[in-house]
């Protein structure tokens, strides 16, 4: 089944300590994405990958980090997160052929 | 960045009721895509619209590239209570690499 995964699903976190979000599609997408969405500002986007070591800053890219070591996994890397990171995260592959995005089932972070 | 409207920003209706969703830009856009969000899940995407006047559907669910490639809408026949959920348009607007750009999204709750 073509899918995006994400993991995990729920995180509770301190300020400061480090975390990493992973996200692996299986459809050999190029383009990768990490998106937040949180009440009345909508998806922003964070960062995006065009491909394979191929990374870019979307939106709003402040405290994070990411990497597109291979094709299939682009993970999400918060170094020292703050409570204004706590919001809803997707991950998200683009099929250039349809030219449609195809997203995770998202990732809910707290930070305390 | 570029922002896509959609108003309202809630809507009520009665099961098996048909509503109607707009969603406009103020610049021309090549794709156009519906996608539908459960609590707690990501997006799923519904339609996707290639090109002006297209008029696309899916069940009970139609949904139309307008033909000043500046608005889409989506409409739902005949309403159930699973059709609750938050309804995002979004689309590539003209340009390389462009990037997919949302709508904030309707939240949709059906009363039975």
């Known amino acids: 089944e073509a899918q995006v995964t994400q993991n995990p699903r729920y995180l509770i976190t301190v300020t400061g300590k480090k975390l990493t979000v992973t996200c692996s599609q299986n459809?050999?997408?190029?383009?990768m994405s990490w998106y937040r969405q949180d009440p009345g500002l909508g998806l922003r986007q964070i960062y995006y990958?065009?491909?394979?070591?191929?990374?870019d800053k979307g939106d709003v890219p402040e405290g994070y980090k990411v990497s597109r070591k291979e094709k299939r996994n682009f993970p999400l890397i918060l170094e020292s997160p703050s409570p204004n990171q706590t919001s809803l995260y997707f991950c998200?592959?683009?099929?250039?052929?349809?030219?449609?995005?195809?997203f995770g089932p998202g990732t809910r972070l707290t930070v305390l | 960045g570029q922002q896509l409207n959609q108003s309202p920003q809630s809507m009520f209706i009665q099961e098996g009721e048909d509503v109607s969703m707009n969603c406009t830009s103020s610049?021309?856009?090549?794709?156009w895509l519906w996608y539908k969000q459960d609590p707690g899940e990501g997006p799923v995407l519904l339609i996707a619209?290639?090109?002006?006047?297209e008029l696309t559907s899916n069940g009970r669910l139609t949904a139309q590239f307008g033909i000043t490639r500046k608005d889409s809408f989506l409409n739902i026949s005949a309403s159930i209570p699973s059709d609750v959920g938050i309804y995002f348009c979004a689309g590539y607007p003209t340009g390389a690499n462009s990037k997919l750009t949302f709508g904030k999204g309707i939240t949709l709750s059906v009363r039975p």
């Open positions: 998200a592959s683009r099929d250039y052929s349809t030219d449609t995005q195809y």
């Open positions: 610049s021309i856009f090549n794709t």
């Open positions: 990958s065009m491909n394979v070591e191929v990374t």
């Open positions: 619209l290639y090109k002006a006047g």
């Open positions: 459809m050999n997408h190029e383009y």
